[in-house]
């Protein structure tokens, strides 16, 4: 006797909310999906706002909520109206930055190296890759459907956790003995590495207790890097990847350019930095003040 293959009237009338759940459930997933998509791309081209003589600025007093504070061998901490970094173990860079991201823009800040060595490194973090803080899920709409029982263990199937470590960043340094030197760290975890190699100058006010003001111009993929308001030109190498050095006036191994081009991040948080070198060790203390971020003035621009 054959076995019929059709469902039963009752069956049909079960099986039909089933599958319209599991309908409803599909394109709450796909919207999910497009808004996170939609919320990348603006997260991406996050910049405070373009217009004003002034895009952003700290005095340290009062800003704790807006910069990265920590305690350890690597501290960083506003006291005294300022900020103080400190760096404790040899070969490191401790860095604060704030939550602003910025496009084009110049940003400059007083340096005081007020311990340590004077073969040390201190100056600004720009373009800095950080990841978004708090929820794991890459949109606030999918970390407030992730606190629902229904849709938490899917979506934390669908998207992973964001890392916590920054991708990547440029530092402009200079050093308490009259160098000054610019880093890119690249990847998450990756130690700096140097873009241009360290040249003395006169420029830089030596010696521990001394201020400094340093200015890094973000101008697409051009930056240009002053200290106390003159402009200082960089040692590129001619090998991208290999390493200049520099020597009684002449760049060895490359060629002085009056500015460094890479277009790795078109946008970025800004901070500040300090770093105990190999040869000078750990024991660096350096504090910020008066940091500004202000519009990028272009040829033919009022000022």
């Known amino acids: 006797m054959s076995r019929s293959t059709s469902a039963s009237p009752d069956l049909e009338r079960r099986s039909r909310p089933l599958w319209q759940g599991l309908a409803l459930s599909a394109a709450l997933t796909l919207l999910c999906a497009l808004v996170n998509a939609a919320y990348g791309l603006v997260v991406e081209r996050q910049i405070v706002l373009s217009e004003g003589p002034v895009l952003y600025a700290a005095g340290f ?3 704790e909520d807006e910069w990265q504070t920590y305690e350890g061998r690597l501290a ?8 103080r970094i400190e760096v404790g173990q040899v070969d490191t860079v401790a860095y604060s930055v704030a939550e602003p991201s910025f496009g084009d823009a110049q940003v400059e800040v007083t340096a005081r190296a007020v311990a340590g060595p004077l073969d040390n490194g201190f100056g600004l973090v720009f373009r800095l ?8 899920m890459p949109a606030p709409l999918l970390c407030e459907l992730a606190r629902v029982d229904a849709f938490g ?10 890392s916590q470590q920054a991708s990547g960043y440029y530092v402009f340094l200079i050093s308490s003995d009259g160098y000054y030197s610019v880093w890119r760290a690249d990847g998450l975890g990756q130690a700096p590495r140097r873009m241009s190699t360290w040249i003395d100058s006169p420029l ?3 010696g521990l207790g001394e201020s400094n003001r340093l200015r890094v111009v973000m101008d697409g993929e051009r930056f240009r890097f002053a200290i106390n308001g003159q402009d200082v030109p960089l040692c590129l190498p001619d090998d991208p990847q290999g390493q200049s050095t520099y020597s009684g006036g002449q760049c060895i191994g490359g060629t002085l350019q009056p500015e460094l081009r890479d277009a790795r991040w078109p946008v970025g948080q800004v901070g500040l930095a300090a770093y105990s070198t190999v040869s000078g060790g750990p024991g660096v203390v350096v504090v910020f003040d008066d940091l500004l971020v202000l519009p990028l003035l272009r040829e033919g621009a009022p000022a």
């Open 61 to 63: 007093d009062g800003f």
């Open 153 to 162: 263990v899917l979506l934390r199937l669908i998207f992973r956790p964001q």
């Open 204 to 206: 830089i006010r030596q």
């Open 129 to 136: 890759q950080a990841p978004r803080q708090g929820c794991a």
């Open 76 to 83: 960083a901490r506003i006291e005294d109206g300022a900020l």
